[in-house]
């Protein structure tokens, strides 16, 4: 009998009324003769009231504690969504990611799945029933429960649909595929039939939250294809992410944009070339250079070794470890008279996807110049093989976007895209 | 070091204000030098709030999933436990029931304790920590999750005391010990100072809440002393529970009231006598009796074997079975013509608990003719070792109580008690 893993959001398990919808999915599937294995995550806010709820008690809470407190959202997801599949009259049995054999490292909060111990949900299969898992946690080799962060509900549902051998991964959530570019920002967003695993890893990668990076990276290195769908639009098949030989072999695929950076610029204060200080000043200046690349800042200037001749550096990093760089600044600049730095969180990062797009250098100039052409300021314009980025400030976000996807994203592809529905 | 079990209801966990006034006490008693785990219940109304979720999706939960989403409840507790006593400064580590060892049979939604395995509390006394364990939970042979029915977390308080043979197991609620009656109804009820198990049990089995009566008798056995203590008032040691050469010799200890039962009253048609139907009938009613034996009906006559000389039933039941007990009822009387049966959900249970106190027949006579004074009316007056009992219409309820009260509890008792503070 085929075999398939299909995972609902939060959003599509807000409540009693979205678990019925979600049930009659996936009876639906079932009564289609399919052995089905269902990743929930928790209902609709769940998680971050729980996050509020700790927040009330500790400021700074082991995350240990933390994973034992979220791993509910779930639990109670698997139970009434297994309540009304029963309901229906089918047969189904929750299982918690502990009980579903889902073993992770030490990491709590952020923890990797090391393997998937199958043997009770192969029983429960067999058994014919309907097996309704926890996403988002699992178990530590001494049981100690742990959680995949942000996102780890899509992770939980490849690494089932790979250990299990399911034909593919059905993830159902709130919008109905992959875009072209965001559709709240861009009226001209076109959905994407299909995308390769490369590809979407770009574009999960440059911001576009629809899928998490990891999930995709897993799914890609077990050859599992995902269908993204919408819970709200059942029949449609969504857009599909596969082996590039199953894609379109689109020239561009996609615009993303990623608002989760902040850059810095520091300046070098004058006091550091006086002879006195200048040995001393060299070493805090390497040290910090270090730190900041061993912290995961990006764009810092790889030859920026020779420090003696810097007057700044530039670079930018993820919002969560913002603080941490602020502080590393901070001291430096404490101790270094004349220096200073600036902070901009209201920057934007644009990225244009698609194989190979990286060493075409009349796309490059053209990207650049379509936003110098809008008087749109850029900075750490990068190329990779795959994709094209530019910085820009927040503000510019939607004119840059819809600029470049009337460009680039809405016609004249190698490949004919299908129009949204 | 001695070691020591406290265990805090659902009313004292209900925010994060009560956590954490509750961490405070767990943790002036751990600077006191003492080893601790804590027992915790699900937040406030959490469980409710779960069931009503459940009962949006169905009218009949399996059991089994509902085990599973009600244990999240009593998670969520020990992990918000554990980050304020974290924030005090003190080492704590939240277990659940499957992790704390707790093994139970297979009955969910009401499941029994077999044994604890106590290997993981044991390494985390060890290291230092403050163990908090959730209550009302437990795991199955094959790790299935079970709960162990309301009331349950004073029971894994109590197993967890014996297993790891804590001194004593304080049980934290929101009345501050054992009253000689409910002092809601009865402004006159004074505080115990200490009770027997078997006093206590008996005090449960007639309906005084404070104490499940399982967990008593789990005590008991393992000769677990229990306190009975309030969350709001931590520096009074409430009542301890224990065996009986440690307690005052009351000869009356308390006056519980139970308002949990419905009585029947079955008439048995005058077509019963006829001689055609005779054996058909007498076969149906000892079908009938049998079948109220092993509901577990409370009061009906054990002579009621000769059939044949029977016009009518009469007998009591708890109100979770009145249901089954009703469609038995209406099967009977649907098939023998003149045959009715009436039901009294308005009822009150009364029963006065002492030592000995059932064999004082000049006892047993003042506490009926004290009821016949005040024009109460009774039925089902029975005695035990250790009680004397009588039904009496609901509305009666409060004067009866402080009637009784007065003249067997408030004076002349023969060992002084403790009045309340």
Redesign the interface.
Known sequence: MPRLVQKFGGSSVKD?EH??RVAKIVADTAREGKELVVVVSAMGDTTDE?IK??A???DN??R???D??L??GE??S???L???L??FGLKA??F?GP?AGILTDETHSFARIKTVHTTRLEASLRRGEIAVVAGFQGMTRT?E?TTLGRGGSDTTAVALAAALKAECCDIYTDVDGVYTTDPRSCEAARRLHAVSYEEMLELAFSGAQVLNARSVELAMKNRVPIRLRSTFKPTDTGTLVTSREFTPNYKICGLACDVDNVSFKLIIGEDFSTEKNESKHQERLKKLIDDLHSSGVDGLDSNAKNTSELSNLEFLCQKRISQDIQSLLKEFVSELPGSEFFQDNEIAKLSLVGSGIGTDIALASEFQSILNGASIPTRFVTTSDISISAIIPQSYRNSALNKLHQKFCAQNLEQPLEATK
Do not use: F
Request: net charge neutral.
């Open positions: 009693a678990i019925l729980l709820l700790a009330e008690i500790s809470p082991d240990r504690e933390m034992m407190l791993a509910t639990q109670i698997i139970a009434l297994t309540l009304a029963q309901k049995r929750s918690t009980q049981s429960v």
